[in-house]
């Protein structure tokens, strides 16, 4: 009967009221700028020389084009001590850009990235040039409310020494914080 009705329609405002809010996704804001700090996980040969170190991301901005598309400019760097020397230390520094496709809350970043690589000791630098550099970039963002929010980054992070035989990689897990715009 007529109770029916009106008691299905109660439950379907109810349920779109209820999906429409909880449905904020990272495409509510057209791009952020952010930093980020976290983890830097050597893996295969480079493990064997440098230890899990500091990531930093000066920079972490993506700006989108529409609801999928969109771009990304990383800048930063990683810090590791040697395995067996106590005075040697690695940097690997990088400014990465890339397509950024958004997908929900995440934030999927294949970048091209322009490296560099110290190995510092006894008071010497070696600057060691790069042939090329990828990061696979994921990014989980999370809205605080107006327009800030947080972002928790899983990067994959590989690159290749001029010279060498083969790439050398690390696993970079972040936190952030973002500004919205």
Known sequence: GLGDVYKRQIIINYCTSVFSTNTITAQDSKGYVGVSIGLAMPTGDLADAAKTGLDLGLINAGYRFNETWGATVNWGATGHSDK?????????????????????????????????????????NIDFDVESAWI?????????????????????????????????NMFKLSVGVQYKF
Not at 90 to 108: E, H, Q, R, T
Not at 150 to 163: C, G
């Open 136 to 168: 696979l970039g994921t990014t989980y963002n999370l809205s605080l409310g107006g327009n800030w929010g947080m972002a928790a980054n899983l990067d994959y992070f590989t690159f290749k020494i001029e010279d060498a035989e083969d790439s050398s």
């Open 84 to 124: 067996e020397i106590d005075d040697v230390t690695y940097g690997f520094g990088y400014l990465a850009i890339g397509p950024m496709i958004s997908y929900g809350n995440f934030d999927f970043k294949p970048q091209y990235a322009f490296s560099s690589v110290v190995v510092e000791g006894g008071g010497n």
